[in-house]
Nanobody, 117 residues
Framework: QVVLVESGGGLVQPGGSLRLSCAAS????????MGWYRQAPGKQRELVAT???????SYADFVKGRFTISRDNVKNTMYLQMNSLKPEDTAVYYCYCRLGIGVEGDWGQGTQVTVSS
């Protein structure tokens, strides 16, 4: 029920920063689940961060203190601010959104983040 388009990925040096954006085609104010996932080559897709409809956030241990998830309901956009990036952060980052109970969630197409010297 929602189209998600990620942007903001790219190549960055270790210690650098990127801000990922996820633009949604519909209002995300009442979305029951939203978050960022990532998938590195040869690895399973893993949860990075989540944000609730009330703004509560949670983070995977490997990004705590470095990444910040946020959302702007007026712009229908979710963000992931990534600081102090490490080579192991290299992955395709995906936006996920489930608009309501009883419906399947939707995924963005992903945006590549490469952290390398």
């Amino acid at each position: 029920q929602v189209v998600l388009v990620e942007s903001g990925g790219g190549l960055v040096q270790p210690g650098g920063s990127l801000r990922l954006s996820c633009a949604a085609s519909r209002n995300i104010f009442s979305a029951v689940a939203m978050g960022w996932y990532r998938q590195a080559p040869g690895k399973q897709r893993e949860l990075v961060a989540t944000i609730t409809s009330r703004g509560g956030t949670s983070y995977a241990d490997f990004v705590k203190g470095r990444f910040t998830i946020s959302r702007d309901n007026v712009k229908n956009t979710m963000y992931l601010q990534m600081n102090s990036l490490k080579p192991e952060d290299t992955a395709v980052y995906y936006c996920y959104c489930r608009l309501g109970i009883g419906v399947e969630g939707d995924w963005g197409q992903g945006t590549q983040v490469t952290v390398s010297s």
